[in-house]
């Protein structure tokens, strides 16, 4: 059964370098011209013009190099064009600015489960949710990299995060029907609960896991809490 680990952040969570300009005395001083180039970048982003946005986020860097929103954004458009050693090295350079930049751990975290370095994702997303633990997407995530990792409870905690805070999550509600599957027993009736409302949310079905589902027995209703 697969698990949906889209990367469905970017533009709400890579903050536009939107801010307001500080004094010309302060390192973090954002010039104009930088500003404009952000905001070129955003709208490239938006209409999925990534190279495009690449191009406008460095220029960004090349007049502020430790802008920290600028390296956020950088690094989230290299790691969708799989720029992915670049995406890494810039959005660590974020966290490093400014330790609880949650949106970069969030993105590392992310990268480093589409690289398969767990640990590394464990550790990047636990940071993105102790900074941000209202975001469903760093819960679900983290869900995601703790269920690979073999901790099928713990999966199930964090995707039960992601639903609670964002009750029309369908990837978190998707994921966590397969690791109620998982569990030791399986949870069947809440794995159907939670698959049948990621497809009304607008998930694609799953064939092996509706075959799953359709062959178990029918259990009593559960209570609406769950």
């Known amino acids: 059964m697969r698990l949906l680990v889209a990367l469905a952040l970017l533009a709400a969570n890579a903050t536009p370098l939107a801010q307001p300009t500080p004094p010309p005395n302060d390192g973090k001083y954002v010039p104009d011209v930088a500003r404009q180039a952000a905001a070129e970048g955003n709208a490239a982003f938006a209409r999925g013009d ?22 956020i954004n950088l690094g989230v458009v290299e790691y969708s064009l799989k720029k992915f050693e670049d995406a890494e ?3 660590k350079k974020a966290v ?7 949106p970069a751990w969030l993105t590392l975290g992310i990268l480093y489960l589409d690289r398969n370095r767990l640990d590394e994702a464990l550790a990047a997303l636990t940071q993105a949710t102790l900074y941000d633990p209202r975001n ?11 269920g690979r990792k073999g901790w099928i409870d713990g999966a199930q905690v964090e995707l039960r ?7 029309n999550y369908s990837d978190a509600h998707f994921n966590l029907a397969v ?3 998982e569990g030791k027993p399986p949870s069947l009736e809440l ?13 694609e079905p799953d064939p092996e896991l509706e075959k799953t589902l359709k062959a178990a027995p029918a259990a009593s209703p559960l209570p609406a809490n769950r």
């Open 179 to 181: 690791f109620y599957l």
């Open 161 to 167: 995060r992601a639903v609670e805070i964002d009750p």
């Open 136 to 146: 469903a997407r760093a819960h679900n995530y983290l869900g995601v990299v703790v």
């Open 89 to 91: 090295s810039h959005l």
């Open 50 to 71: 990534y190279e495009r946005a690449r191009r406008a986020y460095a220029g960004v860097l090349e007049l502020a190099p430790d802008n920290l929103l600028g390296l």
């Open 191 to 203: 794995a159907r609960r939670h698959y049948y409302r990621a497809l009304e949310l607008g998930a």
């Open 96 to 102: 490093q600015i400014k330790l609880d930049a949650a």
